[in-house]
């Protein structure tokens, strides 16, 4: 009998070691992914309740740093939409260690992820996205203000289960909609911050590719760079450019569009047609109803194109709905009525909110002293470089700041990686060449190498000398 009672205390002196090792949550960690290959990295996935009353909870999926992740930062990615999910998108697109196979039921590996450079955490973002989930059915008419508060709830409890990285550099990152998520988030966590005698979040930078940021500027560049990329006519680029005043542009309320210019542009549209991929024009099209019988029947690995698997999306999706999956990943733990899906079909999200101009915001953060890096991918015509730069420009007059690295070429592997500048040593803009509005989706390489000069605080190479990252 005391040999039980010893092997049992053994046992459980064993799970209390386990679930503190590096203060890890050890019932989230993820054993191993369906179909995965073999790393030397940890992986967590879980849920934390943002509001225990309302049954609000959002899903997280997180990666330990490939080599030495206790001396690595934390870097938080979000998609946009707004509601599309940062699990399907920057983890098993663009930038995780995982990418799904051509069958749909494996994963491949991604040499070129993120966690080479940081410890990364991926959140599904607001309740209603992926297999965030809420039990009161209002949760899911939502807005920025409420998206803020809930990240802020969930930072503050993710940061429990992991209290380790309560002392580690924070990087907040994101692409698209992102634009409004994430110097939203900084500015509550810089409030938090403010009023805060204990814990305090360290916020060492900000970076976003192709953000929404001011709607009067992003959406004529749209325009501009159908014109100057040949996909619509002189005439009817010039009908726009002289004919539709695009300042104090709202969604869904346009102020002094004129019927000329309401017909330029559903010409433009009509033109640019629905066999372009708006993200990426120089990216074929996948056919989905083709690839996912691919999937189904045959097994057949899909095309590639140009590099790239036009069709990872419906991999993606095929994967991330195979319950096993979702067991491995501790996911959809309320069975929920609908398969998951990028971006969701449940949210209400505040389409006003698409109008706040973000610039203000950016200019907080940086008189924080946090460096903010705004980049693109140059083939993008949904949030194109043209408004982001233009952009990115004003808030440093606004600033006073003067040009620091003038506007020139960056380099990778002897190559050109793209365009930057940089204004009073806080801001810098950056284009990615031959990228696209998933920047590390289409050029993964490159999409490294700038983040990892972002988060070690180095500039981007602007001569052919091969660096340290190369």
């Known amino acids: 009998m005391g040999r039980w009672v010893f092997c049992g205390l053994v ?15 050890v019932e989230d960690l993820v054993v191993r992914l369906p179909g995965q290959p073999k790393v030397d990295f940890r992986q967590f996935a879980g849920y934390i309740d943002v509001d225990e009353k309302a049954g609000r909870s959002l899903f997280y999926y997180f990666v330990e740093a490939e080599g030495d992740a206790e001396k690595k930062p934390l870097t938080l990615w979000l998609n946009g939409g707004p509601g599309c999910s940062s699990i399907g998108g920057g983890a098993f697109t663009e930038l995780g260690p995982f990418f799904p196979r051509g069958d749909g039921r494996g994963l491949r590996r991604n040499s070129k992820s993120w966690n080479k450079a940081s410890n990364v955490l991926f959140i599904e973002s607001p309740a209603g996205v992926g297999w965030s989930y809420s039990n009161t059915t209002s949760d899911y008419t939502c807005g920025d203000a409420s998206t803020a508060a809930d990240m802020h709830m969930f930072m503050m409890k993710w940061y429990e289960k992991f209290p380790e990285f309560k002392t580690r550099d924070l990087f907040l990152t994101g692409e698209s909609y992102a634009g409004h998520y994430i110097p939203q988030l900084a500015d509550v966590l810089l409030d938090h911050n403010k009023h805060s005698t204990g814990f305090k979040f360290k916020i060492k930078g900000v970076a976003i590719g192709n953000p929404l940021l001011r709607l009067d500027r992003d959406v004529p560049a749209t325009y501009e760079f159908f014109w100057s990329h040949g996909m619509i006519s002189d005439e009817i680029g010039l009908t726009i450019m002289n004919q539709c005043d695009f300042d104090d542009y709202v969604f869904n309320s346009p102020h002094n569009v004129t019927q000329s210019c309401n017909q330029a542009i559903s010409q433009a549209n009509s033109i640019v047609g629905d066999y372009i991929n ?3 024009v120089i990216l074929d099209v996948c056919y989905p109803s083709i690839v996912q019988q691919e999937l189904r029947l045959r097994k057949m690995a899909t095309k590639i194109s140009v ?26 733990r309320t069975n929920l009525p609908y398969s998951w899906t990028m971006c969701s079909d449940v949210l209400n999200y505040t389409e006003t909110d698409g109008n706040i101009n973000i610039l203000p915001l950016l200019k907080r953060i940086i008189q924080h002293r946090i460096p903010v890096w705004i980049f693109s991918g140059d083939q993008d015509s949904v949030v194109p470089l043209l408004g982001s730069r233009t952009l990115v420009r004003e808030l440093a007059q606004d600033l006073n700041f003067k040009i620091t690295v003038p506007y020139g070429a960056w380099f990778h592997k002897g190559q050109v990686g793209g365009w930057a500048t940089e204004y009073g040593n806080l801001l810098t803009f950056a284009t990615v060449r031959g990228a696209a509005h998933m920047v590390p989706y289409a050029q993964p390489s490159r999409a490294l190498h700038l983040f990892s000069s972002f988060v070690h605080g180095r500039r981007l190479p602007n001569t052919t000398r091969p660096s340290i990252d190369d």
């Open 278 to 280: 708006y993200y990426d």
């Open 307 to 332: 590099g790239v698997d036009v069709c990872m999306t419906s991999e993606r999706r095929f994967y991330l709905n195979l319950p096993k999956v979702q067991q491995a990943l501790h996911a959809n």
């Open 11 to 25: 046992l459980l002196g064993l799970v209390v070691l386990m679930s503190g090792i590096d203060g890890y949550p």
